[in-house]
């Protein structure tokens, strides 16, 4: 499938800041199931470069600009082709050991509850068939978690979201990767596009999945929040040990102490 992403990031900044450096983990993965056509990434006034890999494989770019800085307008435009595989991570090169994933981070420490979670779906599974074990956790998380938009926000953790029992994708990842590690699974946040109105209409939808190492398979995307693994209709930005680590853009700035922000997603399928 061919994909185009139109994804507007705006910045405002009350009073003008004097600095601003942002890292951008905006540029879609390469492996197996994705192919870049085209992609760009800008910023009226801003200077992009110092583009590299990291260890998780995932290409990040910094943005800078001097004040005073009213606003930032980051625009990232482009075209993927995405093939489904179902879920399995091939062909992507990276550095990092799978074990970095095993650590915990504080929003996705585990709770008594989160640990009987993942108890219950390891005594009904067996030891030698961890690609059922882990999709029975991904549908575990699914049960215990509601999606109900705008029912958390950013630092929400997991133990505060299976308390609630509801949340947003990043929940529903973030549940799944602590559970995991608590299982001895390496797991980690990813984040990325998806495409979600099968009727090809266009949809405002950036989107978060976890993804467990399982032996001889590798990296497995599991997304709890749509029951199923990333397929054609998902693309993949990057990876982190949680949503902070995976998030597009990060960044600081000096001045401007009041900051506000306005995000634009829209995914649709090409007519090409």
């Known amino acids: 499938m061919r994909l185009t992403v139109e994804h507007r990031t705006h910045y405002r900044f009350s009073p003008s800041a004097r600095y601003v450096v ?10 197996d199931g994705q192919k870049i056509i085209r992609w760009s990434i800008k910023a009226e006034g801003c200077v992009i470069n110092s583009e590299f890999v990291d260890g998780n494989g995932d290409t990040i770019s910094t943005l800078t600009a001097t004040g005073p800085v009213d606003s930032v307008d980051v625009v990232v435009s482009g075209e993927v082709e995405t093939t489904d595989t179902t879920g399995m991570l091939r062909g992507h090169k990276e550095r990092a050991f799978p074990t970095v994933f095993l650590r915990s981070t504080p929003v996705t420490k585990s709770s008594a509850a989160i640990r009987k979670l993942a108890a219950k779906v390891e005594k009904k599974t067996s030891p030698d068939n961890l690609l059922e074990r882990a999709h029975a956790l991904s549908a575990a998380v699914s049960d215990a978690v509601a999606y109900v938009p705008g029912s958390t926000h950013v630092h929400t953790t997991a133990a505060d979201a299976l308390a609630d029992g509801q949340g947003v ?14 299982l001895g699974i390496p797991a980690r946040y990813v984040s990325g596009y998806l495409f979600a109105d099968q009727d090809g209409k266009s949809h405002e939808a950036s989107h978060a999945w976890a993804e467990l190492h399982l032996p001889e398979l590798g990296w497995v995307g599991f997304d709890p929040a749509n029951r199923c693994c990333p397929t054609d209709y998902y693309i993949r930005l990057g990876s982190g040990l949680d949503a902070q680590g995976a998030t597009p853009i990060r960044g600081v700035h000096t001045g401007g102490a009041n900051e506000d922000l306005d995000v634009t997603v829209i995914v649709a399928q090409s007519q090409q």
Not at 22 to 31: G, I, R
Not at 169 to 182: E, G, K, N, P, T
């Open 22 to 31: 942002q890292s951008l983990k905006l540029t879609p993965s390469l492996f």
């Open 169 to 182: 994708c990043q929940d529903h990842a973030h549940v799944m990767i602590s559970a995991a590690r608590h």
